[in-house]
């Protein structure tokens, strides 16, 4: 965890635009006391942000939107980490029967869309 100082002289940022990035939801500093203090994962957002904005030419609604996409990933990603260690502990046969019927509604969907499954399930 960084104080509000240190993350700025990491982050290479300006007080102005920290507080604008803040509001607008693109940071999520934690609060101890008067003083926020940021994470890593706030570190890595805002190198995120300057190369959207500095790299790639995206603009404010544009990188909201890149951020709102990669926070539901991170948060889909979090459920399978759960679900998959719920699929651990029930007994194997259980266990085969769902990943058979995941497997199953995976092709049906590729059928479908007229391609090959996608990788990563079953």
Known sequence: MFESREFLLLARLDAAAL???????????????PEHTFSELDLARVCLIRDLREGMGVNDEGIAIVLDLLDQVHGLR??????SSALQVLPA?????ILT????????VARRMGGEPLSGVG
């Open 78 to 83: 979090q459920a399978l980490r759960r679900m």
């Open 19 to 33: 507080e604008a990035w803040t509001e607008a939801g693109w940071l999520a500093p934690r609060q101890a006391g």
């Open 101 to 108: 019927r995941l497997q199953d509604s995976r092709e049906e």
């Open 93 to 97: 046969p259980l266990r085969q029967k």
